[in-house]
């Protein structure tokens, strides 16, 4: 734990002075690294919320010289709106990050944010990693300069944490991938869990010669950046080629009219399988979106593109892709 909160504290410039906000449960392993760990062993301060409501956490931020919260992107545009944000003074909160479970973080996104609450907020993502490893393993501080870490290929993870190693590798043989070639990700680090409650056979097969092997697909670029792709178990496979959920979400996104993406496979009888996107949308229909993506993506890649009013929900936020499941071979029959 001590590990947990110095390593992920000094790769995200959170030093002594760092005033944490958090209103995500404690029981999450992000609530504790950021409401309990970080701000406790770095003699910090903790400002925990039971709930996310902006103006409050505008007030709070004012009232205690808040420096850094994780919040979705939703929540930073919640504040953006409130009417007079631009009264108000957010000098001290220099490290929001966000967390993409729905509307994805964009240069759009990170420009407004900067306009409103100044240049010295970077609103960037927060890290990659697993409950199993305290989460806070690969961070993209520091590559926000001409929004590098949002505009090259998807999703840009960042770089380990002091302490922490991150390979890539072949999920049958173990042995690691080229540089830009996809493999599972798998980590070793002083946090890394030692076990599965109850569950020898997990144990054994998560955790091998010291490394855990994370099921997520990835690659490490000429950089040595980790850049995550999909959950082995979500890769979609069209005619034997892969397509990684996270790539086409990450293009469909730029599209002007598209505020939140989630894609996921559905089979099909000439391919195997095809790639649909479900997206809120204003002003753009489904047809409109799929000529949209074939100018800007490879054409297995480009899915049939369904228009929602909102998507199903977790009680904490998250999308609820397996009820997209069903309905993404509706849209895959009903297209013919």
């Not at 110095?6 to 959170?14: F, H, Q, R």
């Not at 631009?86 to 900067?114: G, H, N, Q, Y």
């Not at 950089?223 to 178990?233: I, S």
Request: aromatic fraction near 6%; include cysteine; proline fraction near 7%.
């Amino acid at each position: 734990m001590v590990y947990t909160a110095v390593s992920g504290a000094g790769a995200n410039a959170l030093g002594r002075e760092v005033v944490s906000l958090c209103f995500v449960p404690v029981f999450w392993i992000a609530g504790e690294d950021l409401g309990i760990l970080i701000p406790l062993v770095m003699g910090g301060t903790s400002v925990l919320l039971s709930r996310w409501d902006a103006a409050t956490v505008v007030d709070l931020v004012e009232r205690h010289g808040v420096t850094t919260t994780a919040a979705t992107v939703e929540s930073y545009l919640a504040i953006l709106d409130l009417p007079d944000i631009a009264d108000r003074d957010l000098s001290s909160f220099t490290s929001p990050m966000a967390m993409s479970f729905i509307r994805k973080l964009t240069p759009e996104v990170r420009r407004r944010w900067a306009e409103v609450v100044g240049g010295h907020s970077v609103l960037r993502e927060g890290s990659y990693g697993l409950t199993e490893s305290h989460t806070i393993d690969v961070v993209p501080h520091g590559f926000q300069v001409d929004d590098h870490d949002l505009k090259t290929t998807p999703v840009f993870c960042g770089l380990p944490v002091p302490g922490t190693d991150v390979l890539v590798v072949d999920p049958v043989t173990a042995e690691p991938m080229s540089l830009g070639e996809p493999g599972e990700i798998i980590l070793r680090s002083p946090s890394i869990t030692t076990g599965y409650w109850r569950n020898p056979e997990a144990t054994a097969r998560q955790l091998r010669d010291g490394w855990l092997h994370t099921g997520d697909t990835g690659y490490l670029d000429d950089d040595g950046c980790l850049h995550y792709l999909a959950r082995a178990k979500d890769m979609i496979k069209v005619s034997g080629m892969s397509v990684f959920p996270a790539e086409v979400e990450t293009l469909l996104v730029d599209h002007p009219d598209v505020a939140t993406v989630a894609v996921v496979p559905a089979p099909d009888p000439e391919t195997g399988e095809r790639p649909v996107a479900f997206v809120t949308a204003s002003g753009a229909s489904g047809p409109e979106i799929e000529e949209w993506a074939r100018g800007r993506m490879a054409t297995y890649k480009v899915p049939l593109v369904e228009v929602l009013d909102a998507f199903p929900l977790t009680d904490t936020g998250k999308i609820r892709k397996g009820e997209l499941l069903e309905r993404a071979g509706e849209v895959v029959a009903a297209r013919g």
